[in-house]
């Protein structure tokens, strides 16, 4: 179960980072990122409410 982040999509608002600091951070240019492509279960279900939550729709799971 990989992250992805759609940089066409993403407005870099922080909710991501905000709600899974250990899974995505917002870089300088304003864009999200993955730091951990595929989370560990500490981290799982951050990571899902962070997708889940998202305003722009730009993060998802390749399961």
């Known amino acids: 179960m ?3 982040v759609d940089t066409t999509k993403c407005s870099g ?3 991501c980072e905000a709600t899974a600091p250990a899974v ?11 730091l ?6 500490a ?3 951050a990571a899902r409410e962070a997708v889940d939550n998202c ?3 730009a993060l998802s799971f390749d399961d």
């Open 55 to 57: 305003p722009t729709g």
């Open 36 to 41: 951990e492509g595929e989370p560990d279960a």
């Open 24 to 34: 995505f951070e917002v870089g300088d240019d304003g864009q999200a990122r993955v």
């Open 43 to 45: 981290d799982r279900n």
């Open 13 to 15: 608002i922080g909710l």
């Open 2 to 4: 990989a992250l992805r």
